[in-house]
């Protein structure tokens, strides 16, 4: 059977919400920006990195290239013959001017008047994208094909998971996967909505050569622990997400639903980085992470046993792609895809009493993703831990340390549970301190 040739815009009816939160006379957005994405925005660009040299595909409805920031960084502009309503396009391509405001956006329209996507114009813009010398390809629209249900066919599932590679096994006959992985084979990133279901993943993100990008709900999961330190969950499989097979989520902001929005953002963020040929490592890295996570909380119940959670935490740190050293600095991949591992390995080093060693991590971690409450509260954490078997001018100077990281990562939260936890713990070490020592 032939699988028919529709594709969706996926979140179009929210797209007029969201343009009404844009300023177009200062370019800026009303939506919170808070958590790890943003976060990791904020430090590539605390790095110069704008996006620039990078060529960014955006394939949607129509464009209101008259935008200042959308008319100033456009390169290519291929309208529809006939154009469609332009909220849709515009809120994606705006999105991702946000992120990588010096990246060249190259915008191709694909709709019909009526805003539905011509799934062989979206397979011809592919191309063209490619021949127009894109790095990355941004899709807030897919091809849903309801009736695949082997989870190894067609990609895109469980060990087809964005691997850099297109699935071989992936059926012939889907035209739209077969223009994403032609575009990926030239060295291109393609990044594709995964959809607002829960129980599918569209065409082209199913293929495991495109990235399927999606939202969950909330701000992540983190798990406060009573000490002031957390644990962060996301890129596991949570119940909130839209969908369960994606390949990479984002918190979704309030008022701005919908896996149309996550994928502009998160492939505009991928022009930030020094090196794209590392992300297939990283997401690797970060699932792996996560399942160490989720095995973790098992451990208490004796349903899992120790080792093997210390196992898949390392497992994780080998696949992770590059290593870090004290003086690296900020790293925004490591920021967004690192965090994870970074802090919840952190933590169970601390928790399995190797003290030393988590601190060594984490202390590179809080320089790599300088703006990440739970790497700096875990080392806040391991802190507080170890001062208490250290001759006393080292014990106060290590609870002072712990106090200025408490104090730095209740900046960087939003979350109230979270803010309480850093409170409390802060009122503990404050009053173990010496009268009249202040934090360093
Ligand atoms: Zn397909
Ligand atoms: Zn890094």
Redesign the pocket.
Known sequence: MTPPRVCTLESADSAEALLERYDPGHGTWGYPKKERFWDAVSVAHSLERWGQGVRLAVIDGSFDVAVPSLARQMRVHRPAPTPAAVAHGTAVALLASEVAPQAELLLYEVCDPSGTPVYDEVCRAIEAAVDDGAHIISLSLGSHVPYRTDADLHGGVASAFFSGEPNPRAVEDCPLCRAAEAAHEKGVTVVAAAGNSRDFVLCPARSSAVMGCGFQTGTHQVRPTDDGGSTTEAGADLPTRQSRRVDFTLEQADGLLGTSFATPLIGAFLALLNDRSELPAFLASLNQASAASFAEVLIPSGMMELATVRTLYEQAAGLHP?R?ATGDGP?P??SLF?EVLYANYGRFLLNTHQTAAAESLLRIAVE?APRSPNVIANLAATLWHGSADAPPPERTARLQQAVALYRRALEYTSAPERQATYRTALAHIEALLPPGTTPQ
Do not use: D, I, L, P
């Open positions: 590059h870090h790293c991949a490591c690192g790599v």
